[in-house]
């Protein structure tokens, strides 16, 4: 059972950043592709970014170029960097482990609000 706890989220004002932190138990960690998700009220959980074991990332359309998705295995920790933030980022946000099986975390509040 791998545990990931999210931390960094909170309130900010548009236009600012946040940078989001994920820590997983799992020893195996560099082995996982990790990515973060995000579900703002009334919608659908969706991706916002994933990196792969490899390193290799992916992005929501609507977070490129804004976002910064990045992982240290030393640490068994996977962050998410977010700039030029919207009102429309807000969100809970999810960190998700997958290696066969797919673990989330708990979620974490970001709120875009002046």
């Known amino acids: 059972q791998v545990q990931l706890v999210e931390s960094g989220g909170g309130l900010v004002q548009p236009g600012g950043s946040l940078r989001l932190s994920c820590a997983a138990s799992e020893m195996l960690f560099s082995l996982y592709v990790m990515g973060w998700y995000r579900q703002a009220p009334g919608k659908q959980r969706e991706l916002v970014a994933r990196i792969s074991s490899g390193g290799s990332t992916i992005y929501a359309d609507s977070v490129k170029g804004r976002s910064t998705i990045s992982r240290d295995n030393a640490k068994n920790t996977v962050y998410l960097q977010m700039n030029s933030l919207k009102p429309e980022d807000t969100a809970v946000y999810y960190c998700?482990?997958?290696?066969?099986?797919?673990?989330w975390g708990q979620g974490i509040q970001v709120t875009v609000s002046s």
């Open positions: 998700n482990a997958e290696l066969g099986i797919s673990y």
